[in-house]
């Protein structure tokens, strides 16, 4: 029942006017099978009696324009009912991926929230929710059927519609058991779904067609398809073997019913003679639809039940509270301080913490380069900045403030970014570079020639207006992973805030166009906070400060004079690094 007073208030919420036409197809469709049992009656009597033809012909006739008419207003609001139902479904949709898109990041990474997702995803690209508004229609419609055919069929007595219970009830405690192993087996496959949609995604995504040809692993992704198949097999034969058991029984007790029907309707008219022929039609036509009805409301609710299930997931997934909210507003964000406070932090479900104890300070105008070791935090450094994670332990502050204080997408205006695994859309150019924000055209054509990719564009047929892929435009086109890495910056010049955010931002260029565009990106960032995360320790010389990660921690902080004066870890990587360019440039002389 929560469920599906849930159910409503989302009908509610995004379309009033649909339980207005529900209510319409509920009245029509309840008077559906009136006309025909009625009409049955007049027809048999009237042809044993031979009374008069244009009276017959009368009756008839307004009974099948009622008919037509009933029929014909029923399919009316049925048709809007199935489309609205379908509009909310793709309004649903989009409010599940919103959803995603705005939910915090660190929780996407849990596997019960993911398949909470997945079964959402379920209910709005399946029919879930239109079942539901189909169940609920159905049984209403049914029980006021019910009412008037009880009222038909008591005349003769209420005991001709026990067998009809008897016989429906069983049914429905049978398809009641087979409905709820298919709810079960339908919830425990989804891991395995997940994972074939996953080597599904590797099979026909082009970022993995060289690994996969490359390194010969069709059999590795054939033989891991193959028995996440059968798994998913197996449920699927548990839950149909199930099914077909419960029409098969429901069709033995059926014809029993009937059986025990036609007897009692046939003494009635061939033995006692105490209803005529065309009572034997219209009662039999009266106790068929209230067997229909009955089944129809059994087999409704028991879906309506499962759908209600299914919903929930949806509905739950929809309710999951979201943490990253903040409400304050930041003051001033030319001049600020931020500042790591004793930070810890500790993925979910793992042992050992990736950072530990780090306390740093950092004002609006500096330029950090950050360094180490793989594995080291450096990346996990900047996702907790940017609050795609919280601390375990400890406190990020900006002016003083918690930064969880802040309202969310305020917070995020301060920062522009191009991460390592960055992205390109399959957008136009001028579009992946704005991204929805109000276009400046002087400003579009400065980042692009700061980012090296000005000439690129201007050679393409369409310029700005062409589309950054083949994908679903034959006319787009394929850039290298150099050209992307450059749109990918362009972009974040483009936001033009007060903190750039570089991780591994050079990582597809090659040493000389490295160095160019950090001269650049340095007079760029004048006046603003910039981190770049760079394994090129060379870099560093453009930067006010550089940070040494190693063992989870902040080992070195300070300018690269100061450090390579210092003789620690961050001079030794330098003279390693600095040793190998000049080996591999003698050897390449």
């Known amino acids: 029942m929560k469920s599906i007073i849930d159910f409503f208030k989302v009908i509610i919420k995004y379309d009033k006017m649909l339980i207005s036409i529900l209510i319409g197809d509920i009245f029509f469709g309840a008077l559906q099978p009136f006309p025909k049992i009625i009409l049955s009656k007049i027809i048999f009597d009237y042809l044993v009696k031979g009374e008069s033809l244009q009276q017959f012909l009368y009756i008839i006739s307004v009974l099948v324009i009622s008919d037509v008419i009933i029929q014909y207003v029923f399919h009316v609001f049925e048709q809007q009912v199935e489309l609205k139902g379908q509009w909310l479904m793709f309004e649903l949709s989009y409010k599940l991926n919103r959803k995603t898109m705005d939910l915090e990041y660190e929780m996407l990474l849990q596997p019960e929230i993911l398949e909470k997702r997945e079964l959402g995803l379920k209910v709005v690209s399946g029919s879930n929710f239109i079942d539901m508004i189909r169940s609920i229609r159905s049984i209403i419609s049914n029980v006021v059927v019910i009412i008037g055919v009880t009222v038909i069929v008591m005349q003769i007595g209420f005991y001709v519609l026990i067998p009809v219970v008897l016989v429906v009830a069983f049914n429905s405690w049978i398809n009641s058991k087979a409905k709820k192993v298919q709810y079960q087996c339908s919830v425990e496959v989804i891991p395995y779904q997940r994972r074939i949609g996953y080597l599904q995604s590797i099979c026909s ?73 065309g009572d034997f039609s219209m009662y039999f036509n009266a106790v068929s639809n209230f067997k229909n009805s009955i089944l ?41 301080v931020i ?33 180490g070791e793989n594995g080291a935090g450096k990346t996990t450094f900047i996702h907790l900045l940017l609050r795609l994670y919280r601390p375990t332990k400890g406190r990020i502050l900006l002016n003083g403030v918690n930064i969880n204080e802040y309202e969310y997408n305020d917070y995020l205006t301060m920062f522009s970014s191009v991460f390592q695994d960055y992205k390109t859309f399959a957008f136009s150019c001028l579009e992946n570079i704005t991204l929805g924000k109000k276009v400046n055209a002087d400003h579009v054509k400065e980042v692009l020639r700061l980012a090296g990719l000005d000439e690129k564009i201007e050679s393409l047929p369409e310029k700005m207006g062409t589309i950054v ?100 870890l961050y001079a030794e990587m330098y003279s390693r690094q600095a040793e190998f360019y000049k080996r591999d440039n003698l050897s390449e002389s």
């Open 339 to 371: 500042e790591f406070s004793h930070v810890y932090f500790q993925y979910p479900g793992a042992q050992n913490y990736v950072l530990e104890d780090i306390c740093c300070e950092f004002r609006n105008d500096e330029k950090i380069m950050i360094v």
């Open 469 to 568: 892929s083949r994908l679903y435009d034959d006319n787009g086109t394929e850039f290298s992973g150099g050209e992307k890495q450059k749109m990918a910056i362009a972009r974040a010049l483009y936001k033009d805030s007060k903190i750039v955010i570089m991780d591994e931002p050079t990582a597809a260029l090659d040493p000389l166009a490295e160095y160019d565009l950090y001269k650049k990106l340095v007079l760029l960032m004048r006046g603003r906070l910039s981190f770049f995360i760079s394994h090129r320790l060379a870099s560093g010389k453009f930067c006010d400060r550089i940070l040494v990660f190693s063992k989870h921690t902040i080992q070195e902080d300070g300018s690269h004079d100061q450090l390579m004066n210092l003789k620690g």
């Open 296 to 336: 129809q409301i059994m087999s409704d609710f028991v879906d309506l039940r499962m759908n209600g299930l299914n919903v929930r997931h949806l509905i739950d997934y929809m309710n999951i509270e979201d943490k990253n909210k903040g409400e304050q507003k930041i003051g001033n964000k030319d001049e600020f």
């Open 205 to 277: 995504d082009f970022s993995f067609v060289k690994e996969t040809r490359i390194n010969d692993c069709v059999e590795l992704i054939d033989e891991k398809y193959s028995g996440l198949s059968k798994m998913c097999y197996s449920f699927m034969k548990k839950i149909i073997t199930r099914q077909q058991r419960v029409f098969r029984i429901g069709g033995i007790t059926n014809g029993l019913q009937d059986v025990i029907i036609y007897g009692i309707l046939g003494i009635k008219i061939l033995i006692r003679r105490s209803i005529s022929i």
